[in-house]
């Protein structure tokens, strides 16, 4: 089983060998057979975790219910938890098939029950929120339609997920890994106003910014942060509450702090945005904390990254539109040709410069890409 691993790890070639002579089968076998000997079960599941990383057609519904049945027969083994968690993550990844399958057989209640009984163990903690959050992917390109939505509303009514993890979030406070883990899960569940509303009463906005300010200076935890922050602020009362707990700082100042860093830079900029849409009240207090100055600087330093260039724009465009009064102040910092050269190198975020351009007041040209004339719409 050892070596086994051992190959499997070398490369996806020798797994998809493995994959082609009955490795699966075989390592699933003996899953069933060793389920009772720890030693024995924990050394397959390293093979079988091995085996599917990239696989994960080989799963099968005998696998799928094998190992829910694990869950329930270790539910008090945190490191047979843990095996079997990442087995279940690896074949849900690029699979929406199985992610379905998962969620029909019972496995949101399995992990929110998890979450529960193993609380204090901080390995477990996050391999749960990992496949929690790997149930609302959206990256099976075989499908038209995914369950990505639905999963992440269930995760919420039925597993009462976001009190779970915001109440872990108050128990991690001191372990930024476990918080970027949580973070991120939240990120992924907010996906109804209602959810970020409930995140908000049940404290959640003081508690990310709390432990975002306490650290700042790790990357990791500074990338969900400004993640989540941006999934909540779609929801107008969260905006003024970041803006009220201190948030605009704390995101100026990481993105100040890790100014070479492009998605730091990418997430401060489209959370500004986000913050500022449509509240001008907001943008006041953005702007007077010299906002213009961090998100120009970010176009400078990263002027080749079309990511970054396409949320300064937008958080440009946001912070002008409603409040024309702070025109002046980008174009006196020369934001006009930082986004003239971002409309040149990127192609791709033509609409997003040209709505900077218009909005600040700047000279643009708008193309008719289709006249009526019976042609094709220009591409």
């Given at each position: 089983?050892?070596?086994?691993?051992?190959?499997?790890?070398?490369?996806?070639?020798?797994?998809?060998?493995?994959?082609?002579?009955?490795?699966?089968?075989?390592?699933?076998?003996?899953?069933?057979?060793?389920?009772?000997?720890?030693?024995?079960?924990?050394?397959?599941?390293?093979?079988?975790?091995?085996?599917?990383?990239?696989?994960?057609?080989?799963?099968?519904?005998?696998?799928?219910?094998?190992?829910?049945?694990?869950l329930e027969l270790h539910s008090?083994?945190?490191?047979?938890?843990?095996?079997?968690?990442?087995?279940?993550?690896?074949?849900?990844?690029?699979?929406?098939?199985?992610?379905?399958?998962?969620?029909?057989?019972?496995?949101?209640?399995?992990?929110?029950?998890?979450?529960?009984?193993?609380?204090?163990?901080?390995?477990?903690?996050?391999?749960?929120?990992?496949?929690?959050?790997?149930?609302?992917?959206?990256?099976?390109?075989?499908?038209?339609?995914?369950?990505?939505?639905?999963?992440?509303?269930?995760?919420?009514?039925?597993?009462?997920?976001?009190?779970?993890?915001?109440?872990?979030?108050?128990?991690?406070?001191?372990?930024?890994?476990?918080?970027?883990?949580?973070?991120?899960?939240?990120?992924?569940?907010?996906?109804?106003?209602?959810?970020?509303?409930?995140?908000?009463?049940?404290?959640?906005?003081?508690?990310?910014?709390?432990?975002?300010?306490?650290?700042?200076?790790?990357?990791?935890?500074?990338?969900?942060?400004?993640?989540?922050?941006?999934?909540?602020?779609?929801?107008?009362?969260?905006?003024?509450?970041?803006?009220?707990?201190?948030?605009?700082?704390?995101?100026?100042?990481?993105?100040?702090?890790?100014?070479?860093?492009?998605?730091?830079?990418?997430?401060?900029?489209?959370?500004?945005?986000?913050?500022?849409?449509?509240?001008?009240?907001?943008?006041?207090?953005?702007?007077?904390?010299?906002?213009?100055?961090?998100?120009?600087?970010?176009?400078?330093?990263?002027?080749?990254?079309?990511?970054?260039?396409?949320?300064?724009?937008?958080a440009i465009r946001n912070l002008?539109?409603?409040?024309?009064?702070?025109?002046?102040?980008?174009?006196?910092?020369?934001?006009?040709s930082l986004i003239q050269d971002?409309?040149?190198?990127?192609?791709?975020?033509?609409?997003?410069?040209?709505?900077?351009?218009?909005?600040?007041?700047?000279?643009?040209?708008?193309?008719?890409?289709?006249?009526?004339?019976?042609?094709?719409?220009?591409?």
């Amino acid at each position: 089983l050892a070596e086994l691993k051992l190959e499997c790890d070398k490369d996806l070639a020798v797994r998809c060998t493995a994959g082609n002579n009955d490795a699966y089968n075989t390592l699933l076998q003996a899953v069933e057979k060793y389920k009772d000997n720890l030693s024995l079960l924990k050394q397959t599941l390293l093979s079988m975790i091995s085996l599917t990383n990239g696989q994960p057609d080989l799963l099968d519904n005998k696998g799928k219910e094998l190992f829910l049945e694990l869950l329930e027969l270790h539910s008090s083994n945190p490191e047979v938890l843990e095996l079997a968690l990442l087995f279940m993550r690896n074949t849900c990844i690029k699979h929406e098939a199985n992610r379905q399958s998962f969620v029909k057989l019972g496995l949101i209640e399995k992990l929110a029950s998890i979450l529960k009984t193993h609380r204090s163990q901080a390995n477990i903690v996050m391999v749960t929120c990992q496949t929690l959050q790997v149930l609302t992917f959206d990256d099976d390109i075989r499908v038209l339609f995914g369950q990505a939505h639905e999963h992440a509303k269930m995760i919420v009514t039925e597993g009462n997920a976001l009190k779970l993890i915001i109440d872990l979030c108050k128990d991690f406070k001191e372990k930024p890994e476990v918080m970027s883990e949580l973070f991120a899960t939240i990120s992924k569940l907010v996906v109804r106003n209602e959810f970020c509303q409930a995140v908000m009463e049940m404290g959640g906005i003081h508690l990310i910014l709390s432990a975002f300010q306490d650290s700042i200076a790790k990357k990791d935890i500074a990338k969900q942060a400004l993640s989540v922050t941006k999934a909540l602020a779609g929801n107008d009362n969260v905006k003024e509450a970041v803006v009220q707990n201190g948030g605009v700082q704390v995101i100026l100042a990481a993105m100040t702090k890790h100014q070479a860093n492009p998605r730091i830079a990418e997430l401060g900029a489209a959370t500004l945005g986000a913050i500022v849409l449509r509240n001008e009240s907001n943008c006041k207090r953005v702007m007077e904390l010299n906002a213009h100055h961090v998100l120009l600087q970010a176009m400078k330093i990263h002027s080749q990254d079309v990511n970054v260039q396409r949320q300064c724009c937008m958080a440009i465009r946001n912070l002008v539109a409603r409040t024309r009064e702070y025109c002046n102040l980008f174009l006196e910092l020369g934001a006009e040709s930082l986004i003239q050269d971002a409309q040149r190198n990127h192609k791709s975020c033509q609409d997003e410069t040209k709505a900077a351009l218009r909005d600040l007041g700047c000279e643009v040209h708008l193309e008719e890409r289709w006249k009526g004339e019976n042609k094709g719409l220009a591409q």
